[in-house]
Each structure stands twice: as structure tokens, then as C-alpha cells.
């Protein structure tokens, strides 16, 4: 599949946000995280140089590894031929029966990507 760079990044969200256990993208306060295209931005979605990177509002309660591992999945099933990396950051966690905080406090947070599960190891 070819697409442009603002394509992709909606593919992109619309991808991340329909994966069982996200409630939302994420653009922090003073760090924005967007994918910048000539008819505005994409939230949450930032493409460089064949890698995406992805911030999300996790479920709680859901296995943060897993739904990054899923989210990866998704989205590099997308275009392989142009994404070679998806590197997914939880930005929040909240409840799906809450509404988003409307006037969130402003904090200073050091986000961690959510590393990709080790490799099973084989029975010797």
C-alpha cells in the first residue's frame, strides 16, 4: 500500500484507536506529539524516517506490554513496506467508564516506551 505522510499518520490513529484496550491518543502539554499535515495535525501520531510513534490513554486495568504489543502489530501490519518501527508510549490510564479529565494538571513526566515482550524461551 502507498500513501503520503498525512495518509499514513491517520491510517495511523484510526488503526491505534480501534485496538481493544486504548481510549484515546495523547498529545502532552509542552511536549505535543503530532504528525504536522498541510490541513492541521494528527494528535498522538508522529512519522520519521519509517518509524511511527504512537501516544496512547491505556484501560485500566489492561496489560500495558500486551495492548503495546497489539497496537504495534496493528499499525506495522498498515504499510510494511514504509513502517519498519512502531514505538508506542503510554501517556495516561484511566477508567473507560470516566470521562477524560477536562482540565488535566499539569505535570512534568518522563514518558517510557513500552518495550517489546522478550522472546519465549524454547525447552531444552
Do not use: C, K, Q
Request: proline share 10%; aromatic share 0%; net charge negative.
Amino acid at each position: 500500500m502507498t500513501t503520503d505522510h498525512g495518509d499514513l499518520a491517520e491510517l495511523v490513529r484510526a488503526v491505534t484507536l480501534g485496538v481493544d484496550g486504548v481510549l484515546d491518543l495523547a498529545g502532552g502539554v509542552g511536549e505535543e506529539i503530532a504528525a504536522l499535515l498541510p490541513g492541521g495535525r494528527v494528535a498522538g501520531v508522529r512519522l520519521e524516517d519509517g518509524a511511527a510513534v504512537v501516544r496512547i490513554v491505556a484501560a485500566y486495568d489492561t496489560d500495558l506490554r500486551a495492548l503495546a504489543a497489539r497496537v504495534r502489530r496493528e499499525v506495522l501490519e498498515l504499510s510494511p513496506a514504509t513502517l519498519h518501527r512502531v514505538d508506542v508510549l503510554v501517556d495516561d490510564v484511566r477508567r473507560p467508564d470516566l470521562p477524560p479529565d477536562p482540565t488535566p494538571e499539569v505535570t512534568t513526566t518522563r514518558l517510557v516506551p513500552v518495550p517489546p515482550a522478550p522472546a519465549a524461551r524454547r525447552p531444552r
